[in-house]
């Protein structure tokens, strides 16, 4: 975003379930042309809004180098049968 690059470490594109299968944590649209900030990049990037000056400000987060809990990744997996 503008000059500054910011890193997803691979750790963050994907999260195990406790049944042992895998969901990755990226998506995409064939039909949108924005992005949108997910979860692995805001659990990565401390991230401050800024409504009154219309901005927004990041920094590595301290949580980036710890283990994330499996909430996501059973939802994700529990909806799958659903569908």
Request: some cysteine.
């Amino acid at each position: 975003m503008g000059e500054v690059e910011y890193k997803i470490p691979k750790e963050e594109w994907y999260v195990r379930g406790d049944n042992g299968m895998c969901v990755v944590k990226i998506m995409n649209s064939p039909v949108k042309t924005d992005w949108a900030l997910g979860l692995n990049f805001l659990t990565t990037y401390y991230t401050v809004f800024d409504y009154e000056n219309q901005r927004i400000g990041f920094a590595e987060s301290i949580k980036s180098k710890t283990s994330h809990s499996k909430t996501f990744a059973n939802w994700a997996l529990k909806s799958r049968k659903t569908l």
